[in-house]
């Protein structure tokens, strides 16, 4: 694996949360440690890829020989990743992006007022994976988080998002996905008017990102 099989490849990764302002102190977001698209990154530099790793905030050091681009909202790393994708990329949106922001984000901190509880309003994010597979030629790799129909609602996703392979994980189960240093998927790709599917792991994140970077390898060809 380490014989440089990657060599001459411009990979870009996004991985871990977005988290999006309520005010200068308070934020949304979601419970994703990024080990994963870590990981990944990790290994496709390791493989010999130039690596550009689009992160959220998390508290992991940037992986040896990837250039990390650290942000914070949703609207921002869709910013980075226009910035670093380039037609020949292949793109692996590990990322968990928030679906919705507030709508406004106050510029002081917000009072409690009265008793009553507090209703907000929010909007609808940009799709990262969705853009970069509509207005770029990278090869799309994207991550499903589900925790019921996994393997129906992946498949879907697939089609929706107009990409070539998905890696689902089952998120309900303790034992592997978010938080964890061990992972299990379920890829779905498509070659020529099929979709095949291979499982990968269970396995630490870093064995399955070796798996997956062969299997992107392949299919690619
Ligand atoms: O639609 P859903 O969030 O389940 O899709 C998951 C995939 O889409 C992941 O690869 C994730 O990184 C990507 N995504 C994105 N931008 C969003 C939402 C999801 O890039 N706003």
Same mark, same amino acid.
């Given at each position: 694996?380490?014989?440089?099989?990657?060599?001459?490849?411009?990979?870009?990764?996004?991985?871990?949360?977005?988290?999006?302002?309520?005010?200068?102190?308070?934020?949304?977001?979601?419970?994703?440690?990024?080990?994963?698209?870590?990981?990944?990154?990790?290994?496709?530099?390791?493989?010999?890829?130039?690596?550009?790793?689009?992160?959220?905030?998390?508290?992991?050091?940037?992986?040896?020989?990837?250039?990390?681009?650290?942000?914070?909202?949703?609207?921002?790393?869709?910013?980075?990743?226009?910035?670093?994708? +380039?037609? /020949?990329?292949?793109? *692996?949106?590990?990322?968990?992006?928030?679906?919705?922001?507030? %709508?406004? !984000? #106050? =510029? &002081?901190?917000?009072?409690? +007022?009265? /008793?009553?509880?507090? *209703?907000?309003?929010?909007?609808?994010?940009?799709?990262?994976? %969705?853009? !970069? #597979? =509509? &207005?770029?030629?990278?090869?799309?790799?994207?991550?499903?988080?589900?925790?019921?129909?996994?393997?129906?609602?992946?498949?879907? %996703?697939?089609?929706?998002?107009?990409?070539?392979?998905?890696?689902?994980?089952?998120?309900?189960?303790?034992?592997?996905?978010?938080?964890?240093?061990?992972?299990?998927?379920?890829?779905?790709?498509?070659?020529?008017?099929?979709?095949?599917?291979?499982?990968?792991?269970?396995?630490?994140?870093?064995?399955?990102?070796?798996?997956?970077?062969?299997?992107?390898?392949?299919?690619?060809?």
């Amino acid at each position: 694996f380490y014989h440089k099989i990657l060599d001459g490849q411009h990979w870009v990764v996004t991985a871990g949360p977005t988290v999006e302002a309520i005010d200068p102190v308070r934020y949304l977001a979601n419970r994703s440690s990024g080990k994963m698209g870590y990981a990944v990154a990790e290994m496709a530099a390791k493989a010999g890829a130039k690596v550009t790793l689009v992160s959220g905030p998390v508290c992991l050091p940037a992986p040896f020989g990837v250039d990390r681009i650290s942000v914070e909202s949703a609207t921002s790393m869709l910013q980075a990743v226009k910035e670093a994708v +380039t037609d /020949d990329a292949i793109f *692996v949106s590990c990322a968990a992006v928030a679906d919705y922001r507030p %709508k406004k !984000v #106050a =510029s &002081e901190k917000m009072k409690k +007022t009265g /008793d009553d509880g507090l *209703v907000m309003e929010l909007m609808q994010n940009p799709d990262i994976l %969705k853009w !970069v #597979a =509509s &207005e770029s030629r990278a090869f799309c790799v994207g991550f499903a988080a589900e925790t019921q129909n996994v393997s129906e609602y992946a498949k879907a %996703k697939m089609e929706r998002k107009g990409i070539t392979m998905i890696c689902a994980n089952d998120v309900s189960r303790c034992d592997i996905g978010f938080s964890c240093d061990d992972n299990e998927l379920q890829v779905y790709y498509r070659d020529k008017n099929d979709v095949k599917q291979k499982a990968i792991g269970p396995a630490s994140k870093q064995l399955v990102a070796e798996q997956l970077i062969q299997l992107i390898e392949k299919v690619r060809q």
